[in-house]
């Protein structure tokens, strides 16, 4: 079982819905980042989280300690919102290290 | 403007070859990473250095070889021993002086051995 769970794998929206990613993990964190990865590869940091809740824009993401579990919401979506969308956490024990979800696929259609 | 600059962005290589990824960072960051993607997987992490002339094996090592001569820079050699080379690399950097532990991330190289 992976340490770090992303659900769904893949989502399909239309223009304008509210979106919903959800992390789980099973490791104790020091802090929760939330990425997106275009298709041509590289990779953009939008949260990092150690508690409560974080937002940028139409992007919003939220962490329970106690749960082990991060949301990441989109709210208007839009087609450039398209993406793949990663959680990764930085363990207690391993410094600076990330341990990475294996990405959801989100696609937004106009 | 800061960043980290990965070259090539595409690169092709017979089997059996050596083969050298770069990976540049102007951020002042003492952290620098790589990773491996591949299909369907979450990024996986082969070397990190936390500073200069010093570097640990990550969870996918065996088959690459990293330097960190600079602080600016931590390439990357994918030697013959690795089995399965072709896949997307992504080099990162991070502080490590601060609790924020800010990442930053490359735009990649694809290597694609024939």
């Known amino acids: 079982k992976n340490e770090v769970e992303q659900s769904p794998q893949n989502l399909t929206a239309q223009e304008g819905e509210f979106i919903t990613i959800n992390c789980s993990y099973s490791v104790g964190i020091s802090a929760l980042h939330w990425l997106q990865q275009h298709p041509g590869g590289g990779i953009v940091s939008l949260f990092m989280l150690s508690s409560g809740k974080k937002k940028h824009g139409r992007l919003i993401a939220t962490i329970n300690i106690q749960e082990k579990h991060s949301s990441l919401h989109i709210t208007a979506s839009h087609p450039r919102d398209s993406a793949v969308y990663i959680c990764?956490?930085?363990?207690?024990?391993?410094?600076?290290?990330?341990?990475f979800g294996e990405g959801t696929q989100l696609t937004v259609n106009p | 403007d800061g960043g980290i600059t990965q070259s090539p962005k595409y690169l092709f290589r017979k089997e059996g070859q050596n083969v050298t990824l770069s990976c540049e960072q102007n951020l002042n960051h003492d952290a620098m990473y790589w990773y491996r993607q591949d299909p369907g997987q979450g990024l996986r992490l082969i070397y990190y250095s936390q500073i200069v002339n010093d570097f640990q094996k990550g969870d996918i090592a065996e088959g690459y070889s990293v330097s960190r001569e600079k602080k600016e820079s931590f390439p990357l050699t994918v030697t013959s021993a690795q089995k399965n080379p072709t896949a997307f690399y992504l080099c990162?950097?991070?502080?490590?002086?601060?609790?924020?532990?800010?990442?930053?991330f490359g735009s990649g190289t694809r290597l694609t051995v024939v």
């Open positions: 990162a950097s991070s502080t490590t002086r601060t609790a924020s532990y800010g990442y930053t």
């Open positions: 990764a956490v930085r363990r207690e024990t391993s410094g600076s290290r990330l341990t």
